[in-house]
């Protein structure tokens, strides 16, 4: 509800970076403009929209302001102006030149590094566990699929929101397996063929390991996401918790290295990490690049039951809008 004429919204704010405006023209990082001193500001500034009443902004009597830096590189310069960086400081809720906050400093998410590693588990950013994983027999696996939060193909992929991590600092799990169901010992690639004597070799050298070459975890977490997202947009909050609801089952599934102390870090990951994200207003979407299917479904389950494992309790009701 709105707060009384007079009192401060209390409520973060907070900006977003691809809400710059005059940013440079032709120099840019990854295609992405650069903000500059005293010339770039952002547009709009969020967390505050609940705090409507009149005289919101004490100092500014504004809410959802601009967004300036107050801080930048006295070295680097882009097209003649200093260029600001991440961590500088920045001032928000701007109706002027005035602020409405204090300044405070600007950040970007980034990866989080591995949250946990063993013999049976390894947590973190997708680039920061991928390597060590495939050394394993396993595939690094985006805790929420990639297909849900970049635009593009994989390989040209932006996130879809600003709020989104990029998908080699996206939160991930070393699972074992194709997102198919089936096993790495099962494929007949040679690059599955290649996976699968790595993971023996793991196994071999660390006897408490489990055999990630054998083991079908990739394709759960596909299957259950298949089930209960869909294919229609939904808030990211949405996929968060249908990817914590998929690591819980991961740990009883019994074709899974994964245990319940590694899920409940692959949660702790992906809450922080889009926490920002889901303390937007409205929250932003998410929506698969990839369309799900009744055939793919069917065909995903079949693999993940062959041994009888995937008992009714891992098995949710399929999503209405596969096709």
Known sequence: ?????????????????????????????????????NKSDMSKTSGDEAGCAAKKGVVTS?????????????????????????????????????????????????????????????????????AKCNERGGEAHHIIPDEYIRDGTRDESTPAHDSFPKIEDACAICVGGKYSGKSQSERSSDVGKKIAKKGEAHQAANPGAGALQDARGHGYMHYYFDAKFGNDPRPVGDAVEIAKEALTNLAAYQESVVDVDCAEKGKECVENQFSDACALDPQPTCNSNVNKSNERFDNMQGRLNQQGHLNSNLMPTRHSSLT
């Open 1 to 37: 509800p709105a707060t009384p004429p007079g009192v401060p919204v209390p409520y973060p704010n907070f900006a977003m970076a691809g809400d710059t405006e005059k940013g440079t023209g032709t120099v840019k990082i990854k295609d992405k403009t650069v903000n500059l001193k």
């Open 62 to 130: 504004k809410n959802t302001g601009k967004s300036y830096f107050n801080s930048w590189s006295n070295d680097v310069k882009f097209e003649g102006e200093s260029v600001v960086r991440m961590s500088d400081l920045t001032t928000n809720n701007h109706a002027s030149p005035g602020p409405n906050t204090p300044p405070q400093v600007h950040i970007a998410k980034v990866s989080p590094g591995i949250i946990k590693e063993d013999e049976n588990c390894l947590v973190g950013g997708y680039k920061d566990i991928v």
